[in-house]
């Protein structure tokens, strides 16, 4: 990587083995805070997220369960799970907000950012049940489940199991820029 | 806002007086460059970006044109116009991808993280006409344009018409915390 860019961003990763040290309830604050300053269209804020903490919360197995074998092997130690949600249609005037998802992402990353500053590692999946999630945490049909996270501090890889042991060792892999961006539209022909 | 955040988040807004001084073209790859690291479901990396810049590119005139009166009349004088665009089917397997909005949205918080540490302001658009970006910028079917983006240096308030000046004094605003977010669910009832 040439360009240089924020550490907060080049160092950011989404790791599987974490650590079941607890996180601090200001500092888990801190993360929603910075989600919350995101920009949106029409400034509707379509974000929502549901947490649960593994000590406190009975809803932490509810989400936990929504998870598939795969994610559920590594995210049942983490301290902390939350789950993305976007508002798919505008307060205003009840309509499909097509630009709920992206605005929510948005949130996200300003959530990631503030995550990595604090010393946290975010791990999110798709691999959950969006219907169970809806039953278990009595989400509205105007909302619409979208990323289940991991949430915490790093662990140790070697208490991992052999294939998710491997799986924490590969490098982050992206397409290169020239695949990505487009000086004046997309290539002729 | 009692509990502290990371400054680029908290600094972050979206101006309309933006200076025409241009921005160096190494500044405007660390953008790029931020907005590629960011996770997506499957490594997919669904996000792209079509830019031009006002004093060099002629597509920078065609994106300019998308947009509507309201967004035209400030948005000319920004020294780079971008889009965002999210490939909507997975690469492997041809089907839709449900996150495509949502990780093109964190890739582009990215984008806005790094833009402000660099001392740039970024300010996107819904109100452009995506079936004319397509056409003007030979976006194929599978992309959606979503959002279109200035990118420059904070200019001179005074400069703006009457209503764009009053429009750049409003104070952000966002909902209050215990709207977005819930511990163990929406609430019940």
């Known amino acids: ?19 079941d040290k607890p996180v601090n309830e200001k500092i888990l604050e801190s ?4 989600a919350r300053w995101a920009p949106s269209a029409f400034n509707e804020q379509p974000w929502r997220f549901i947490y649960a903490r593994r000590e ?4 932490f197995k509810k989400m936990l369960d929504t998870l598939v074998p795969g994610n559920h092997e590594w ?19 009840g309509k499909p907000n097509p630009t709920a998802y992206y605005d929510t992402g948005m949130a996200v990353g300003n959530l990631l950012a503030q995550a990595t500053y604090m010393g946290l590692f975010v791990h999110q999946m798709s ?11 009595r989400i509205p049909d105007e909302y619409e489940p ?6 915490g501090y790093y662990g140790n890889a070697k208490t991992l199991s052999g294939t998710l042991r491997e799986r924490e060792k590969k490098p982050r892999t992206r397409k290169p820029i020239e ?8 290539p002729a022909g």
């Open 146 to 151: 979208i990323a289940m996270m991991a949430i």
């Open 75 to 93: 995210a049942q130690h983490a301290p902390v799970l939350a789950l993305s949600l976007a508002r798919v249609f505008f307060t205003y005037n």
């Open 56 to 59: 406190k919360d009975t809803a």
């Open 31 to 34: 993360l929603f805070e910075a």
């Open 1 to 19: 990587m040439e360009t240089k860019i924020l550490d907060i961003v080049a160092k950011r990763w989404s790791p599987v083995a974490f650590s």
């Open 179 to 186: 695949a990505l961006i487009f000086r004046g539209g997309f």
């Open 127 to 137: 691999g959950f049940s969006a219907e169970n999630a809806r039953e278990a945490l």
